[in-house]
């Protein structure tokens, strides 16, 4: 039997992907092991599956001063002979790493054992895990076209990113009983990422009575982040968070506002969903929601505005322009080479084993 091992933790964008990326897998005959850290969010998720899943020791590699600067290394270190023995253990023929500190360990430890290891990078430039397991991979996997200038020509395919095909299962029926909206009427999904976003909460709602008479407004908040004084406002509903009903209310969505991670956006590409994104700013982050939101509207996705720019008559006429030329946004998605992104990747996955 054929046998791959996957890594990637720290975040749930390191490891959705990868469970996007199992179905598929199991199709094609693969016994499947995780290698991640031993408390991050990762191992519930992967556990929860039912695929094996091996702890081993991690650290995290900082740009800045911190005192674990001088104890993680040991911890990495660990880690690597950890991994290698994982390896030598499982013997798979090929390892998929989504990033994250934890896959720098697992990488090194795949090229020790002889194993070809393919990368998946999200954003536009190389996190600085990613950077370090470079040399050691056989493939690197990217969404942007832009990417491919930073890394070795040799190596880079442009794949996009793995969605969770049940995303793709959405029922815009069962999105229109859940919420309560007419047919009659085109509908926005406002997104701010798992934790919800202050500054999209803040533009959408004040210009919710220029936007209802024209759109039904669908709101994911956030924990903690739904307006009471709102609760009951026609053809507006806010949910704190959504999670099985998520691919309903994409199926019923015309139009979606959503901040910038690589992961949403490359989901929004592969359901067709014309976007406004307001990426987190540069002072938030190190600007790399920025980057991928630039490079989807110069492909003709999405528009972008960014937070120190949004006023109400620019959000207002833009959400405007998006819906009436989204045939033209579509169009441009159809197109696109990063919207079968699990066929590019086991493809890429049978040639380190053939």
């Known amino acids: 039997m054929k046998r791959i091992v996957l890594t990637g933790g720290g975040t749930a964008g390191h490891v959705t992907p990868n469970i996007a990326l199992l179905p598929r897998l199991q199709e094609l005959g693969y016994e499947i092991h995780y290698i991640g850290s031993r408390d991050g969010i990762e191992k519930k998720l992967i556990e929860e599956l039912g695929i094996p ?28 002979g950890e991994a290698c023995s994982l390896m030598k253990k499982l013997k798979p023929q090929v390892l998929f790493s989504k990033g994250g500190f934890v896959s720098v360990p697992v990488v090194l430890a795949a090229r020790h054992c002889h194993i070809p290891a393919i990368l998946h990078e999200s954003d536009m430039t190389p996190g600085l895990a990613n950077k370090l397991c470079i040399p050691s991979a056989a493939k690197i996997c990217c969404n942007f076209p832009e990417t491919i200038s930073h890394l070795p020509e040799c190596k880079a395919v442009l794949t996009g990113s793995p969605i969770r095909q049940e995303l793709l299962t959405g029922s815009r029926l069962a999105a229109l009983h859940f919420t309560g ?19 999209v909460n803040d533009a959408i709602r004040s210009i919710l009575p220029r936007l209802l008479p024209r759109f039904q407004v669908m709101h994911l908040c956030g924990k903690g982040k739904t307006d009471p004084a709102l609760a009951g406002t026609p053809d507006y509903v806010q949910y704190e968070y ?40 540069a002072a938030a982050s190190r600007g790399d929601q920025i980057l991928n939101a630039r490079s989807f509207e110069k492909q003709g996705f ?12 620019l959000l207002y006429e833009t ?21 079968n992104a699990i066929d590019t990747i086991t493809t890429l996955i049978e040639q380190q084993i053939s």
């Open 53 to 80: 899943y091996y702890g081993i020791s991690s650290g995290k590699l900082r740009r800045y001063f911190d005192a674990k600067n001088f104890t993680d290394p040991f911890r990495v270190l660990k880690g690597y």
């Open 181 to 199: 909206f007419s047919a009659n009427k085109p509908s926005i999904l406002v997104m701010g990422g798992s934790m919800g976003a202050a500054a």
């Open 242 to 281: 959504i999670e099985k009903e998520l691919k309903d209310l994409l199926a019923l969505a015309d139009i979606v506002v959503s901040r910038a991670g690589a992961n949403a956006i490359c989901e929004l590409l592969a359901l067709r969903k014309p976007s406004l994104l307001i990426p987190l700013s």
């Open 302 to 313: 999405s528009k972008v505005l960014e937070e120190e720019a949004l006023t109400d008559d």
């Open 319 to 339: 959400i405007c322009h998006l819906y009436e030329e989204r045939a033209s946004y579509v169009g441009s998605m159809e197109g696109s080479k990063q919207s």
